[in-house]
């Protein structure tokens, strides 16, 4: 049973400019990779605590952002968001989508470097080398699943909130 699910080939990139200017409060790119489907595992089961990776930050405006708090809008009923945390992809040697605490091959994230204590700041035009996690514990058989993803960010001093479409399902059997 796999229990870390990774992209590797994750790292940061430039992405091309553009003449026009994104409007305020959308400088997140909302179609990235994982923007296209649910990551999941059908073998949880209640009591495991899972790393589920929130979508790279990808500022696609003429501006840099500031990073200053995440969130998953709508967990899973059944599944208790214990904290937030975020770390370098060069670390975790690339995107861990979901990782079981504690497996084998998981990243020990407790050991590494925890960048959610300031700002992280996503320079215009390019994607974050620190991408965010939320650490879930199942608390009972999950209904339904976790979904949305909010980020919230400063830019020229002015503060936005952006939701990214993100969704982990998580079944017990």
Do not use: H
């Not at 790279?56 to 937030?84: F, H, Q």
């Amino acid at each position: 049973m796999a229990v870390v699910i990774s992209l590797s080939a994750c790292m940061p990139q430039s992405v091309p400019q553009s003449k026009d200017r994104v409007s305020p409060g959308s400088a997140l790119e909302e179609s990235g990779n994982q923007s296209s489907g649910t990551v999941g595992n059908e073998n949880a089961k209640v009591g495991q605590v899972w790393w589920f990776a929130l979508p790279i930050p990808l500022n696609t405006s003429d501006r840099d952002i500031e990073i200053t708090d995440v969130s998953v809008v709508k967990p899973a009923e059944g599944v208790k968001i214990l904290e937030y945390g975020a770390y370098n992809l060069e670390d975790t040697e690339g995107l861990p989508l979901m990782a079981l605490e504690g497996a084998e091959d998981a990243p020990e994230f407790k050991k590494l470097k925890n960048y959610a204590t300031e700002p992280v700041v996503v320079k215009a035009n390019e994607e974050s080398e620190i991408f965010f996690v939320a650490r879930m514990k199942i608390n009972s058989s999950p209904k339904g699943t976790s979904r949305y993803c909010r980020f919230d960010y400063k830019q020229e001093q002015l503060s936005y909130s952006q939701t990214l479409d993100c969704e982990l399902d998580l079944q017990t059997n």
